[in-house]
């Protein structure tokens, strides 16, 4: 028993979003039909290839089945919409109002389909001033304050390197229309559910919503940190760290001596004012970096590991700069499965990030590799009724591929 | 959405939490059993009201009975209430709740349906199972942290958005919808479990792509993008910063126009995207020359009335004030015993209900026990839950 067995998505987005969504909903079970245009997924043209195949677009669209269509003829649109009758979940990321000029809006097809999901993930949602503004994962992070975490204040900006926009948005629509097929058993009704990116990162900024709003004093985490330096860490002879003395009055005290003397700074602790505060003068945060040039020197001749280890050993924290290599290559990723393996019929094995999640008694399973553009264009048309002649004809005239 | 459905917030600090309050803005009926110092977060960063912001963040949305689970009285009252409930989701360090024999194994013996859900930092298995973490930690540890960061350096932290928090929570919700999504067809619950680690790999999935591609890291690239060219901030004329990002190959010639760059536009060195990632060293010098020359407010609208990507660099204030997401209601503000205080709203809007999902501000602690109580010993009636 998987949770959406049985569940059919028909996805006609692109890019990060809604194939990120669909790709998740498809390892929770779903059967997921993935609309292309005749051209295939703008993503299948960026970033590194495996064998001439995007390694960005494969990372987002395993087990799924691929049919490229072309939207801008009437053709192509009948064939959505007789895919949709037998849909449970819509996704698509034209923008508002697109899929209604095309006539495959939510109230065309829900007509035929009042059970069907529909989901439109779009970066400003479809409602107030910017509503028909273009904007990609870089303007989201800036306009929904992301950058302003993030580098010197004053400073170049600095984004945040991972796609969070776009991943998060896609983990937004999945709980969007989890929720509504969870209510679509007692109620027996589909729905539009209306995804921004915009107002998906805001929420997710809430923290610091509140904390500006009207605090105590003008302090804390939430407060500082807009106007914090970069905290790149400590510089050792390989990665670079960030540590700090153990939380508890007598065991920091006890901590930061050993600290200094195992790494060479014994001197510091001549002076009285350093052995009484140093121990809050390094980790994270302004003191820290401003104490910073007198401890890195210190550290510059030990590894990042040899340094984490003092640092421990006398009980405080610390954690490494890892890079992707690293992490990847720790025992652990392995112990919890999120590193898998998958035959994609061109690129061969390929690797994937696994899934998240751990449903102990009904364990989620990926169901294939990503497809190649149009893989299952006949398989998907045969299921709508269309014979071997008339998909050749639709093929004739590049309304399918 | 999930009106009926009972769940438990067993959890503490921001991770566990939040995730129960996005499922009571989804319509679930959310108790929260608090410790008898309040939570480490109460007494914790940014301070209102004597009690800590993010505390009054991670609470909204949420009925609220203090309960001290190391006293046998208390764990009693604790199993009957979650007699009563579909979802308990906690995130201690690894063998807290078995230490107050509130782990799976006992809470499922009160009920044998529970979805109980368990988040760690590193995940249930493997050798770090029992290694605590948290958001900062964890951005470095999972290789988060090393993708941020101008060109050259080792990688950034973020400061204090708890982005990997957020983002494991959002990742319980997704467990616990499939878990109820199951329960609804096999009647059955189970315990689901899930980390901080396993939640920012998975964020990290695009990036991460670059590796299996490659085999060598992928680095931090200031503002830039490694597959869209352009896709980065420029400085303006007034020392601001704009972002411009031609994520499809149509805004290319709309920005060419709109700049009036037509030679940009033939030149074949940037006709299409890859071109231009090949050539991203000669064309970023022209875009700046160009954007350096007017103020960021001019760029702004007029990309935008030319259709291309474009975006200011936001702080909180220009937010809060951001038409777009007053007419959105995107900010509520609510009375809390802490003073007024602002929350941001759920961001997705469901055709049915129609109306938007309500915020309402967390509650004083223990303020629903007569209630509670109540409702167990059957004054007030039986969950509705069970769904």
Not at chain 1, 54 to 65: I, P, Q, V
């Amino acid at each position: 028993m998987t949770p959406l067995k049985g569940i059919k998505v028909l996805d006609l987005s692109q890019e990060i979003s809604g194939p990120f969504c669909s790709m998740q909903l498809s390892d929770s079970g779903a059967e997921v039909v993935k609309v292309e245009p005749i051209d295939g997924d703008w993503t299948r043209k960026l970033g590194e290839k495996i064998k001439g195949e995007s390694s960005l677009f494969m990372a987002l669209n395993r087990g799924k089945k691929s049919i490229a269509l072309n939207l801008q003829e009437e053709r192509g649109r009948e064939i959505v919409r007789k895919l949709a009758k037998k849909a449970d979940v819509l996704i698509e990321d034209f923008g508002p109002n697109k899929a209604d000029e095309m006539g495959i809006g939510y109230a065309r097809l829900s007509k035929d389909n009042p059970k069907l999901i529909y989901c439109a993930i779009s970066p400003f949602g479809t409602v107030g001033p910017y509503a028909d503004y273009a904007a990609s994962e870089l303007e989201i992070q800036g306009m929904a304050g992301y950058q302003w975490f993030l580098g010197e204040t004053g400073g170049e900006p600095v984004r945040l390197g991972v796609d969070m926009v776009g991943t998060t948005s896609g983990i937004w629509s999945f709980i969007g229309i989890l929720s509504a097929l969870f209510n679509r058993k007692p109620s027996g009704k589909g729905q539009k559910i209306d995804s921004s990116q915009f107002l998906n990162m805001i929420m997710m900024y809430s923290y610091i919503i509140t904390a500006h709003y009207n605090p105590d004093l003008p302090g804390g985490w939430h407060f500082t940190g807009p106007f914090d330096h970069q905290e790149n860490g400590y510089k050792t002879q390989d990665r670079a760290l960030m540590f700090g003395m153990p939380i508890d009055a007598e065991k920091a005290q006890k901590g930061w001596e050993e600290f200094c003397r195992k790494v060479g700074l014994d001197a510091l602790l001549e002076d009285p004012y350093f052995k009484e505060k140093g121990m809050k003068m390094v980790g994270i945060g302004r003191d820290a970096q401003e104490f910073k040039p007198v401890i890195e020197p210190a550290l510059e001749s030990k590894t990042a590991a040899e340094i984490k280890a003092i640092v421990e050993g006398v009980g405080g924290y610390s954690a490494v700069f890892k890079t992707v290599e690293d992490i990847l290559g720790e025992p652990q990723v392995a112990a919890v499965n999120m590193v898998q393996e998958l035959d994609h019929p061109v690129a061969g094995r390929i690797q994937t990030i696994g899934i998240p999640w751990k449903l102990k008694d009904t364990p989620l399973k990926m169901q294939g590799p990503p497809p190649t553009l149009g893989q299952h264009t006949e398989e998907i048309l045969e299921t709508i009724g269309y014979d071997t002649k008339e998909i050749s004809a639709l093929k004739g005239s590049k309304v399918v591929a | 959405m999930l009106n009926g459905v009972r769940v438990i917030d067993a959890g503490g600090w921001g991770v566990g939490p939040i995730a129960c309050c996005l499922l009571g803005a989804l319509g679930a009926d959310v108790i929260r059993f608090e410790p008898p110092k309040l939570d480490g977060l109460y007494h914790a960063g940014t301070m209102q009201g004597g009690a800590g912001t993010a505390y009054i963040t991670a609470h909204f949305n949420e009925r609220n009975i203090v309960l001290d689970l190391k006293k046998e009285e208390d764990r009693e009252i604790a199993l009957k209430i979650v007699a009563t409930a579909d979802v308990i989701i906690e995130n201690h360090p690894p063998g807290t709740m078995t230490k107050l024999k509130f782990d799976y194994e006992n809470v499922s013996k009160a009920n044998p349906n529970i979805i109980y859900c368990a988040s760690s930092s590193y995940g249930a298995t493997g050798p770090l199972a029992n290694s605590p973490s948290n958001d900062p930690l964890m951005q470095l540890a999972s290789g988060f942290a090393s993708l941020n960061g101008p060109p050259g350096s080792q990688g950034e932290m973020f400061r204090y958005v708890a982005s990997v928090d957020f983002t494991t929570s959002l990742n319980i919700v997704q467990a616990v919808l499939l878990a109820l999504m199951t329960r609804q067809a096999t009647g059955r619950g189970q315990k689901v479990e899930m980390s901080q680690l396993e939640a920012t790999l998975a964020l990290e999935t695009t990036r991460i792509s670059e590796y299996f591609a490659t085999g060598e890291s992928p680095v931090p690239m200031g503002t830039a993008n490694p597959n869209i060219v352009p896709s980065q901030s420029f400085r303006t004329y007034d020392n601001k910063y704009i972002n411009v990002s031609i994520y499809r190959e149509e805004y290319w010639s709309m920005l060419c126009k709109a700049l009036a760059l037509a030679d940009l536009e033939k030149d074949p060195r940037f006709a299409t995207n890859a071109d231009r990632v090949k050539h991203r060293e000669e064309l970023i010098p022209i875009l700046e020359e160009k954007f350096a020359v007017e103020p960021a407010r001019w760029w702004i609208i007029l990309l935008r009335r030319n259709g291309v990507p474009v975006g200011p660099i936001n702080t909180v204030d220009e937010i809060y004030n951001d038409p777009h997401i007053r007419e959105n209601k995107m900010i509520v503000k609510c009375n809390t015993m802490w003073g007024p205080a602002l929350f941001s709203n759920f961001p997705l809007k469901f055709s049915d209900p129609p109306q938007p999902i309500k915020i309402t501000g967390p509650v004083k602690p223990d303020k629903n026990r007569k209630e509670i109580l109540a409702e167990i010993s059957g004054k007030a009636g039986k969950s509705k839950g069970k769904r």
